[in-house]
């Protein structure tokens, strides 16, 4: 697991309450739109790049094929293959290290403003002394919009977390986010911007659970999208959306 994807996924659980109930026809439309808590207990699968004897192979000879032909190209995809990405792979070198030293800088300007508003030890408590809507209360969206310009219209297949817009009833959603780690956007600070991919699909796809992990597979664009839940640096247009596999 990535080591910002750690922290979140600590923070998330953290704060989860206990599962609500499905929600009844009769609701209002306030509580149809508010967004579920985390199940108790749950857990982010951790994302692996799985390499076959193939792709190897071909990544060993870094073939890359006439156009039409059927040979595999680099790291064994054909053409009209989607790339199969890890989110490691939408960071420019360089990005993370960058993201880690925000982290800690912010952190350590709180600490001083911790420092300087405490009169006893008391008051030291880094989770009571934070007043809500205080100049405290709020954590920013760190990163950058820094991106991989080489991906840019190319056919992607990437495994995450699905984060809708709305929770209506008919869970069908014609736009949403996607990201690393579940609960991104709900419960924590969004990840940063190269991290968060804006999903469109047409027709709408209908989504079972959103705290279940999918594979989306379309083709990915350079596009920055600015919204409440968190800004994208990436978007992709849907062609397929299938479950990923369980342990």
């Known amino acids: 697991m990535r080591p910002f994807a750690a922290i979140f996924l600590a923070l998330v659980l953290g704060s989860c309450a206990e599962p609500a109930p499905a929600p009844e026809p009769s609701e209002t439309v306030a509580q149809q ?106 954590m920013p969206q760190f990163g950058t919009f820094e991106v991989v310009e080489d991906l840019d219209g190319e056919l992607v297949r990437i495994p995450g977390y699905i984060v809708p817009f709305d929770f209506n009833l008919q869970r069908r959603h014609s736009e949403f986010l996607f990201v690393p780690y579940m609960g991104a956007c709900i419960h924590t600070p969004p990840p940063p911007p190269n991290q968060i991919v804006y999903v469109r699909a047409d027709p709408a796809v209908r989504i079972k659970d959103i705290w279940d992990p999918y594979w989306v597979e379309g083709t990915l664009s350079v596009e920055r999208n600015d919204n409440e839940l968190g800004d994208a640096a990436y978007a992709l247009t849907l062609d397929v959306l299938d479950p990923y596999p369980m342990p």
Do not use: C, H
């Not at 008051?123 to 209360?137: F, K, N, Q, R, V």
């Open 33 to 138: 739109t508010a967004p579920p808590p985390l199940p108790e207990g749950a857990e982010t699968v951790e994302f692996e790049r799985t390499v076959t004897a193939e792709e190897t192979s071909a990544a060993a000879q870094n073939k890359t094929p006439d156009a039409g032909s059927d040979e595999p190209t680099y790291w064994g995809i054909k053409p009209g293959e989607a790339l199969t990405l890890m989110w490691e792979d939408l960071m420019p070198e360089g990005a993370e290290e960058q993201l880690m030293r925000e982290y800690e800088e912010f952190y350590a300007m709180l600490d001083k403003r911790y420092s300087a508003n405490m009169t006893t030890l008391a008051d030291a408590d880094p989770y009571g002394g934070i007043a809500e809507g205080s100049d405290l209360d709020y």
